[in-house]
């Protein structure tokens, strides 16, 4: 394999994707729309890697997710890796042909968008793939027709067919009530990635026309056994199967902890503590930054290296009970903002909330009742300063329990005070504020 194109697709289709906890908890993430990123075999058609977006625009995360995949076997017999629509539960080739693993190549053609063009992509994939990266010219799509072809037969084999789709248009025969249907019909992640994955070896194994009627599986497997085809395997070096750096990601934190409280020293990611026997026996370390080399595939894969004087830490351990959960980073994060936002919209149905806001509401009915008939402080000082002026004069100043309305009490200073009426008095001022 000598060329590959990557490319992502947006999904019009409003859904409400659940994600589900280690303890079986379902939390529902709404999402507008979602991507599907495809790493394609320019040849043939081949379809070697993919990953699904749940973001509004792709991230220099999701980039490295589809190369990855095309490098790294995905565990098949794993609990939540089976595909159900595939009759192996095997989805990429690097699945269903163990040779074909860690297999590199030439050059990766991609557009310049801001997650393809990051320095950490760029750098990363050069590094650990040894190829080439093409960015072309700008808006020059028909370089990376493959993959806009490809992504056209997945969205017409099932993309389109999902209940809550937005269609091609408003006036999209297969468009109904999209918003509605996504919050009947919802999707758990499981099932969105079986959607895609079923679709993504459906089109490997079709026999196309435009590879002599063979499918872009059957026609790798048959080049590779005919020597004069020019068509060999190009594995990565045993090292670097063995330390794929492809996933990880370099991050400052600061050591946190106190000496007087008993705190031992930890660095806090992503609202969880990491910590090691070295470290937390590190008071001197706490206030002092240090650089995290962490996996993005696995949040308790975490290396620390002291950012000053460069010593090395060694892996840090999430906190005993996190110990047995291994998601992404990003999966991580979906889980904390949902979780929040569900538990603070369920905080607002709580008993005591509710006593909480219906007092208040009492007491500020009450106080709006009370407050109609009570002068304000200005009020009040002109009120004061007619009776001190009426005391001298031996009058009588009208009682301020009287509650009249505050225009008549104003009008009532003003007379005691000047001896006019208020309306004899326009633009003048009587006393300074």
């Not at 393809?116 to 050069?126: H, K, P, Q, R």
């Not at 010593?311 to 005993?320: F, M, R, V, W």
Request: aromatic share 6%; net charge positive; charged share 25%.
């Amino acid at each position: 394999m000598t060329s590959c194109q990557l490319d992502f697709h947006k999904v019009d289709a409003a859904s409400i994707i659940l994600l589900e906890t280690s303890e079986g908890e379902r939390i529902p993430v709404p999402v507008a729309r979602w991507h599907i990123g495809l790493l394609v075999e320019e040849r043939w058609g081949l379809v070697l890697g993919a990953w699904i977006a749940l973001e509004l625009n792709p991230s220099a995360d999701s980039v490295l997710e589809v190369v990855e995949a095309s490098l790294r076997p995905i565990d098949s017999s794993k609990d939540g890796l089976f595909c159900t629509l595939t009759v192996d539960g095997k989805v990429f080739p690097n699945q269903v042909k163990p040779e074909l693993a860690y297999q590199g190549f030439s050059v990766l053609k991609m557009d310049n968008a801001w997650s393809n063009a990051a320095t950490e992509v760029v750098d990363n994939i050069i590094q650990t793939v040894g190829c080439a990266v093409n960015f072309g010219p700008v808006r020059a799509w028909w370089r990376r027709s493959v993959v806009e072809r490809i992504f056209g037969q997945l969205t017409r084999r099932g993309l389109q067919r999902l209940p809550s789709t937005l269609g091609s248009g408003p006036k999209d025969p297969i468009r109904n009530d999209p918003v509605g249907q996504a919050i009947k019909f919802k999707i758990t992640i499981k099932d969105l990635i079986d959607v895609v994955y079923g679709c993504i070896r459906e089109h490997n194994e079709t026999r196309s026309e435009g590879v002599s009627f063979a499918s872009p599986m059957s026609a790798l497997l048959n080049s590779l056994d005919r020597p004069a085809s020019g068509v060999f395997l190009q594995p990565l070096p045993k090292r670097a199967q063995s330390e794929l750096k492809l996933m990880m990601h370099k991050q400052i934190a600061t050591v946190r902890g106190s000496l007087k409280k008993h705190e031992r020293p930890y660095v806090n990611l992503g609202r969880w503590r990491y910590s090691n026997p070295e470290l937390a026996a590190s008071y001197h370390l706490i206030g002092r930054d240090l650089i995290l080399y962490c996996d993005r595939r696995d949040v308790q894969i975490v290396h620390a290296t002291v950012r000053d004087s460069g010593e090395q830490l060694g892996a840090l351990n999430a906190s005993p009970k996190w110990a047995h959960l291994h998601i992404s980073w990003r999966e991580r994060a979906a889980l904390n903002n949902a979780g929040l936002t569900l538990r603070q919209r369920e905080n607002g149905h709580s008993p005591v909330k509710r006593w909480r806001d219906e007092k208040t509401s009492v007491t500020k009915a009450k106080n709006v009742g009370a407050k109609q008939n009570i002068p304000t402080p200005k009020e009040g000082l002109e009120i004061a300063r007619a009776t001190f002026a009426a005391q001298h004069r031996g009058e009588t100043a009208a009682p301020v329990s009287d509650r009249r309305p505050h225009q008549e009490l104003r009008r009532s200073a003003t007379w005691m005070i000047t001896g006019f009426p208020e309306s004899d008095l326009e633009g003048e001022v009587l006393y300074g504020d």
